[in-house]
């Protein structure tokens, strides 16, 4: 009868089964019915008997068949990757991406909460009376240094100075400038208090710590010099960093960085030119602070230019600012 | 979310032959075909080997027959599979026969799944079923003794070949094709009758 998609396949095991003889009569019957109705088993059975005449190893045939069938359907299976595949995946980018949050992002723009006492004073004295016009003349050690002018608490840099310096010329016009600009800032601010939230790329921070007495090159030596916390020109790649270091740096934003008002946070992102010089200016955060925190970038220390491979080079950097009241 | 897998339901094994090769028209996966393949694959090597006479060319055979399936189930709705399959992998040994000798008669390649048999024809309908068994009477008459004896053993006390040569004292081929020859003769006879 109709029997047919509803039973199980016969198989070679039945075969060998049927020939020697170890099915019930009830079970041969069946088969031989199968074979009637069904020309498939009924040729196939007569080629496994054309096998076993032959003495063909079947089985290893077989086997060696089901491998390679399982090889050719397989495609579709290899979509549907275990959970675990997802996982670990999803895990990898997440390490990758939170790795380059930390540390690559933050090699541009890491942030470094810093709030400093300081006088009002111009850090930039030890930035230009240090200028490095020495020619070559290896700078003394900061302790080794007179300083004549103010200490500056926290700052080593700010306790060099008044080093007698060669060919000081341009030294001397950028800290006419300087002090022109802080005189300006400080005038206008007054009143006011401030601490300073400062980014600092991670790299520069690490340079700022290398005391180097490498010749600078020529652009940076208009405007920069080697101070005694190292702003460093040596390592072939560096990142912008102000003159005397970052340190000295926020302290000089603690003392000009004021408002009279209620206090906010501006983003002032710039770029360091590679002859020192600051440009394309752009801010965020607090709108009230905008102008002012521009102005207090410009009117601060000067910036020694990012290096790569060795040479200067104009790059970008954040510096975010709190402007906080006194009152 | 059924690339997960996890969510993807395993395919149970009754699924009916008829539902699978439809689902395989509809989505093309491979793998399922090759579980419908996996089950006849001895089937078919069998088949190869009965007609190519040669190991290695039958394990070839059984691949390029499922190659073939590959497309040719993408497009084909198959009613009867084993004999449309029988019909393929028959066809593909003879081609191949053919291509290395080049006599074998063409009239073994003929689509013999295309005609109905007799088992299909009894569900089809209850009073064409009701008029065969009337006619079934009569052409069991119309055969001869050895052939309505077989018949009789074989398809309604439901006898193995071994039983029915001892209880009839012939030959175990001679039942064999007794049966095979009284099915083919009572099948004509049906036809005939049906036609009336």
């Given at each position: 009868m109709a029997t047919i998609n509803s039973q199980p396949e016969f198989g070679f095991d039945h075969f060998r089964r049927y020939r020697d003889g170890e099915m019930s009569a009830q079970e041969q019957h069946s088969l031989e019915k199968r074979m009637l109705e069904e020309p498939l088993v009924a040729d196939a059975y007569e080629g496994f008997l054309a096998l076993n005449e032959d003495q063909i190893d079947y089985q290893s045939a077989l086997e060696s068949l089901r491998d390679t069938l399982n090889e050719q359907a397989k495609p579709e299976k290899s979509r549907t990757l275990p959970i675990w595949a997802y996982a670990s995946a999803a895990s990898i980018v997440l390490g990758m991406s939170l790795y380059w949050f930390v540390f690559i992002i933050n090699k541009n723009t890491s942030t470094q909460d810093v709030a400093f006492e300081m006088s009002?004073?111009?850090?930039e004295h030890a930035a230009v009376d240090e200028?490095?016009?020495?020619?070559?003349t290896p700078l003394p050690p900061a302790s080794a240094r007179p300083t004549p002018q103010k200490a500056y608490g926290n700052s080593p840099a700010n306790t060099t100075t008044s080093e007698p310096v060669a060919a000081a010329a341009p030294a001397q016009e950028v800290q006419e400038r300087l002090d022109t600009n802080l005189e300006e800032s400080i005038a206008a601010n007054d009143q006011e208090q401030i601490s300073i939230v400062q980014t600092i790329p991670a790299s520069a921070t690490a340079a700022a710590a290398l005391p180097s007495q490498a010749p600078l090159s020529e652009s940076a030596r208009k405007v920069t010099k080697n101070d005694a916390a190292g702003?460093?020109?040596?390592?072939?790649s560096s990142r912008p960093a102000p003159l005397n270091g970052w340190e000295s740096f926020q302290f000089y934003l603690s003392k000009n960085a004021l408002s009279a008002e209620q206090p906010g946070d501006v983003e002032v992102t710039f770029t360091v030119n590679a002859d020192s010089t600051l440009s394309t200016f752009s801010t965020k955060g607090d709108r009230r602070f905008y102008q002012k925190a521009i102005l207090t970038i410009q009117n601060g220390p000067a910036w020694i230019p990012a290096r790569s491979d060795g040479q200067p080079t104009g790059m970008q950097t954040t510096v975010r600012i709190r402007f906080r009241n006194s009152n | 979310m059924k690339f997960l897998g996890i969510f993807r339901t395993r395919n149970p094994e009754p699924l009916p032959e008829a539902q699978r090769l439809s689902v395989y028209r509809q989505t093309g996966d491979v793998g399922l075909l090759g579980e419908l393949y996996s089950s006849y694959m001895e089937m078919v090597f069998g088949i190869c080997y009965k007609y190519l006479r040669d190991e290695d060319e039958s394990k070839d055979a059984v691949m390029q027959i499922f190659e073939k399936l590959v497309q040719d189930l993408k497009t084909h709705e198959v009613g009867n599979f084993k004999s449309w399959l029988h019909s393929v992998a028959r066809n593909h040994c003879l081609m191949q026969l053919r291509s290395k000798?080049?006599?074998?008669?063409?009239?073994?390649?003929?689509?013999?799944?295309a005609g109905p048999d007799l088992q299909n024809n009894e569900s089809e309908d209850i009073f064409t079923l009701d008029h065969q068994l009337n006619s079934l009477g009569k052409c069991m008459q119309s055969l001869v003794s050895e052939q309505r004896v077989s018949i009789q053993l074989f398809y309604?006390?439901?006898?193995c070949y071994k039983d029915i040569c001892i209880e009839t004292g012939y030959d175990f081929n001679k039942v064999k094709s007794y049966i095979q020859n009284g099915k083919r003769n009572l099948k004509i006879c049906m036809d005939r009758n049906g036609n009336d």
């Open positions: 009002i004073e111009k850090p200028e490095v016009k020495v020619k070559e702003a460093s020109a040596t390592s072939l | 000798r080049v006599f074998v008669g063409n009239e073994e390649i003929k689509e013999e799944y309604v006390e439901e006898k």
